[in-house]
C-alpha cells in the first residue's frame, strides 16, 4: 500500500538524514493519521486524495512566496512538492483528458455550456488525481463553447 510505502521511505529518509525529504514525509504521515481518526482504514484512493490537497497546498504557497519575493521560501516549497509528486500517479494527457471529456458529453447528450456541472460530475471521478480540477474545468468550458 502507498500508505506503507511513504512510512518506510520516511523511516530511510531519517537514516540518510535527508532533511527535506523528512520534513516532508513527515508532513504526509501526519496528515494520513488525521485521516485515519475519520477512517479505520485508508486506501490508496484516500492516500493520493490527501497527498493531491498537500501538493495543491505547496503550489500555492510557492506563487504567493514569488509574489512577496520570498525565493528562499519559495525554494522549500518546490523541495517539498517534487517529493510528494513521487507518490502522485502520473498527470493525465491532454488527449486522454479530452477524450474523458468528449465521452461524457456525448454520454449525457449535453450540447451547450449550460451542462457544465454535469459534464464536471461525470468527468472528475474518472479523473480523480489525475488531472486538476482547474484543468478540467477550462477544458470543458472549451469544448461545450465549441459547440
Known sequence: MLKDEIYEDLKKAMKAREEVRVRTLRMAVAAIKNKLVDKKDLGDEDVIEILTKEAKLRKDSIEEYTKANREDLAQSEREELEIIKEYLPEKMGEDELRTIILDAIEEQNVNSPTGLGLIMKTV?????????GKRVNKMVRDILSDL
Open 124 to 132: 472528475m471521478p474518472k479523473v480523480k488525481g489525475r488531472a486538476d
